[in-house]
């Protein structure tokens, strides 16, 4: 299921959010990369590439498939812990823990979680998700673009991701994520783009958490 598609559009930027949970990277990826010289192909690199990245905030752009696109900043700790704090004006929040994706409506004072397992998000997410074993290269077209798509045939519930990579000797594993799109299994597609990529930062793990709007006297979550 798709976290993100799965609420309802009180205005047109609701599609959107509830797409971006659906897109969960691995979270299983936290080894050191290997250099990419020594990848035998460019799914290898990939993911090199992701498992290169211990820490990440970008500025992000999301669109559903209706074309309504929000914005704000994603930050990425691994394993398993992603924000997407939107801009001004759209008063949502999505948190992964590690565990679980939570999508948090200030305005309806309503949260909503799914295991990070059963959103397409989970190649980026998930420990157990294997992108080597399920992921696939789409042709590009560029040699300077990869492109993965991710998905369990045996789990089509799970979704679709596909992520875009494109060459730069500065990012983990020498390949840079710059977009994904996601499609869950009601055939609801998101595409999320990065920009401002900064790695290896400092993230502490309070980020990932959230105020209950349930519970106006209750803790951070």
Not at 92 to 104: E, R
Request: positive net charge; aromatic residues 6%.
């Amino acid at each position: 299921m798709n976290i993100l598609t799965t609420i309802s559009v009180r205005k047109p930027l609701r599609g959107a959010m509830a797409a971006a949970l659906a897109l969960a990277v691995p979270a299983a990826l936290t080894i050191p990369a290997a250099p990419v010289a020594a990848a035998a192909d460019p799914l290898d690199q990939a993911v090199a590439a992701l498992r290169g990245i211990s820490t990440m905030r970008a500025d992000f752009t999301q669109t559903d498939r209706t074309g309504s696109t929000v914005s704000g900043e994603l930050t990425l700790k691994r394993p398993g812990k992603i924000r997407f704090e939107y801009a001004k004006g759209v008063n949502m929040l999505v948190v992964s823990n590690g565990k679980s994706l939570t999508l948090i409506d200030y305005d309806v004072q309503q949260v909503q979680r799914w295991p990070i397992s059963n959103s397409p998000l989970g190649a980026l997410l998930d420990p157990n998700r294997d992108v080597k074993r399920y992921g696939k290269l789409m042709p590009t077209g560029n040699p300077d673009v990869v492109s993965v798509e991710v998905r369990d045939p045996k789990k089509p519930e799970y979704g679709t991701i596909t992520m875009i990579f494109v060459k730069d000797a500065g990012a983990p594993g020498g390949l840079e994520l710059v977009s994904w799109v996601a499609l869950d299994a009601q055939n609801q597609r998101t595409t999320v783009r990065l920009s401002n990529q900064r790695y290896g930062i400092s993230v502490p793990d309070s980020t990932f958490t959230y105020r209950d709007p349930r519970r106006t006297t209750r803790r951070p979550t």
